[in-house]
């Protein structure tokens, strides 16, 4: 199994926390993280593991297709974990352009480097990280199970369904050793305050409105970061080729039922009145196609592979909430560049609504 592994947009949220797992766990595998830096990229989620023996920083863009090959060849790549992506439905909307560069694009760019370096080897891999979002909305009673066919209703979710057919296309056509895992909404320390969790937390703690987008009656199935981590682990190692996994850990919560436990959680360890953090919800205009459930069968994953997720959503969100409070200059610090602009000059009006 390969032991010189690129692992793609690792300085973001799944990234970083899957170049630690490797690097600590697999002393003896080559980890070289290349990414973009975008607003979402930040070294400062890795300075513990960044003077590691096994580990090297490059810092590029997918759709460069000259740095992506001197990066194989100077490495002697042999598995590619693929995370790099622009990863924020709301964003996706306002600027779909993006997503189809950098997903898309990009991706393709990435499926045609490692063909053309690795040619005709079977001994490699190709792992594509993507999203359960790609088989779109739920009913009560379904679940996505890995044969489910996709129907992505956001620019975001289309751009992740157009580079998993990539994927499955390359290793049908070219016949180039791939694999493929969906995974449900990851939870944690170093996720980017723009998304549901973190943002709420960095609200409560500045006392700032909570936008709960329609009647917040949408659901999504929450993942502690860490078990994708142990899954991606697994699947790669263990996975067989050219199959998919699902990956969740059968949690789901309607938004505003996790919102209140987040606001009761956060005035216990505020040392706040009971009920003040509720007080900030704030009903907005909904997202436009704003997907109603999303709910995932691991039992591939869990039947084959054995994995299980290793904490409860309550614990899970007990060690988030203490990240952050412990953390503060970390969010102050990833919100400081173009970001903060960005979101004030796009959203303001939605906020306001
Ligand atoms: P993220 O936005 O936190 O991180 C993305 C990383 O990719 C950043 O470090 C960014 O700098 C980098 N990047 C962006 N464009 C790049 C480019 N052109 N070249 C090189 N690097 C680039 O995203 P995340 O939440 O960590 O998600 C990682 C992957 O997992 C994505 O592919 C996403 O679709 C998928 N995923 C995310 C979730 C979730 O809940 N966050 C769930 C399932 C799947
Ligand atoms: O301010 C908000 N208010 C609100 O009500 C935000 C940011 C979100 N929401 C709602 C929208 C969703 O129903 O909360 C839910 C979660 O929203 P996000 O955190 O934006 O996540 P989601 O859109 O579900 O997508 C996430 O999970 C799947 C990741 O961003 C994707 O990258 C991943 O593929």
Request: net charge negative; aromatic share 12%.
């Amino acid at each position: 199994m390969s032991k010189n592994i690129l692992i793609t947009g690792g300085a973001g949220f799944i990234g970083s926390h899957l170049v630690r797992h490797f690097v600590n766990k697999y002393p003896s595998y080559r980890i070289i993280n290349l990414d973009k830096l975008t607003y979402a990229g930040n070294l400062e989620s890795l300075k513990d593991i960044e003077s590691a023996a096994n580990y090297s920083f490059v810092k590029g863009d997918i759709c460069d297709a000259k740095l992506i090959q001197e990066v194989l060849e100077n490495n002697q790549v042999d598995g590619i974990i693929h995370l790099a992506a622009e990863s924020h439905v709301d964003r996706s909307i306002l600027n779909p352009m993006e997503f189809v560069t950098t997903n898309v694009i990009g991706t393709v760019t990435l499926l045609n480097a490692a063909r053309n370096y690795w040619q005709e080897r079977k001994d490699v891999r190709f792992y594509h990280v993507s999203t359960d979002e790609v088989y779109g909305s739920l009913k009560d009673g379904e679940y996505f199970l890995e044969t489910t066919p996709y129907d992505p209703q956001s620019p975001y979710s289309a751009s992740k369904a157009s580079s998993d057919h990539f994927v499955r296309a390359y290793g049908n056509t070219y016949d180039m050793p791939y694999i493929l895992s969906n995974c449900s909404n990851n939870y944690g320390p170093f996720q980017f305050p723009e998304k549901l969790l973190p943002l709420f937390i960095s609200n409560i703690l500045n006392n700032k409105p909570l936008p709960v987008y329609g009647k917040g009656e949408n659901i999504r199935d929450w993942l502690w970061v860490k078990d994708h981590c142990e899954a991606i682990d697994l699947i790669y190692h263990k996975g067989a080729n050219g199959e998919t996994y699902n990956i969740g850990g059968r949690n789901e919560w309607k938004n505003i039922d996790l919102i209140h436990l987040l606001c009761d959680e956060m005035d216990k360890k505020l040392g706040r009145e009971a009920g003040s953090s509720r007080g900030l919800i704030t009903y907005v205009t909904d997202r436009p196609g704003h997907d109603m459930r999303y709910a995932i069968d691991p039992s591939k994953l869990e039947r084959d592979l054995g994995w299980t997720p290793s904490l409860t959503f309550e614990e899970g969100l007990g060690h988030t909430i203490d990240w952050y409070l412990a953390n503060q200059e970390w969010i102050d610090s990833v919100k400081s560049g173009s970001y903060q602009n960005y979101y004030t000059q796009q959203y303001g009006s939605r906020l306001e609504a």
